[in-house]
């Protein structure tokens, strides 16, 4: 279902299904959770990169799946959701960087399952991306909670209720993919070693304090903010940070 490897401390996973264009299924599911619970305790790797096999990222659920969906029962769909929302979660909170190598289609729990990652690398000309979800009478309820945080609610409106697909650089002019690329691992890779010259502890603290203020109002977010800011001042990454910058000085 996945390939794994690392690369110069950062770990690869790669969908691998090209024969179901890396379509997403339970087995799929909890295989990349299982390989997330575990990354999240290795302290040798420092940024995960998730990519596909073959010509295509991700292209959502496959049809055995949606086919068994039919007659799934209410409990059945619910415990389906929450496995498929854990996952999601688990990338959107893990706590180094998270990098999707977008190097073909990105289509309905694919695209969402790049949305979810810090950064979007697409292939400035095999990528596309879409949330065709509504065009077989399904939602793409649980993706578009990250949409919607990634590139606002008008922009995520346009996406949700056409179905359109977009290619890469129309992506990247909405704000749903971060790089372009001709390379989209390798671009991915040149971005972990970028990301690796932070402070791992501030990049940590920093991705949490985004996804905490963005549900706060301002008042809140301000209480919040000092209470991060207190502790990062505490932390040797930042007694450290300053030596080296007064010391530059």
Do not use: W
């Not at 309905?108 to 596309?128: E, P, Q, Y």
């Not at 390798?186 to 940590?204: C, D, P, R």
């Amino acid at each position: 279902m996945i390939k794994y490897k690392e690369v110069d401390r950062t770990g690869i996973i790669v969908l691998n299904r090209p024969e179901k264009r890396n379509a997403l299924n339970p087995e799929m599911v909890s295989a990349i959770s299982g390989k997330l619970i575990e990354l999240k305790k290795n302290e040798n790797i420092k940024a995960l990169i998730i990519t596909g096999e073959g010509k295509s990222f991700c292209a959502g659920a496959d049809l055995e799946y949606l086919n068994r969906l039919r007659n799934y029962s209410s409990n059945e769909n619910e415990l389906d959701s929450e496995r498929l929302a854990d996952m999601f979660i688990q990338i959107y909170n893990f706590p180094k960087p998270t990098i999707a190598a977008v190097n073909g289609a990105a289509i309905a729990g694919g695209c969402g399952l790049a949305t979810v990652c810090d950064f979007i690398v697409a292939h400035n000309s095999n990528s596309k991306f879409g949330y065709t979800e509504i065009k077989i009478g399904f939602i793409p309820a649980i993706v578009s909670v990250f949409l919607i945080k990634k590139i606002g609610e008008g922009g995520a409106k346009k996406l949700l209720l056409t179905g359109e697909i977009v290619d890469g650089n129309e992506a990247f002019k909405i704000g749903l993919a971060d790089y372009l690329s001709g390379d989209p691992l390798n671009k991915a890779l040149e971005l972990t070693e970028s990301l690796a010259q932070n402070s791992e502890y501030s990049f940590k603290l920093t991705k949490q304090l985004i996804h905490s203020v963005s549900n706060m109002n301002v008042n809140d977010a301000v209480d919040y903010c000092i209470r991060l800011n207190t502790i990062s001042r505490s932390s040797e990454d930042f007694k450290n940070g300053i030596n080296k910058f007064l010391n530059k000085k």
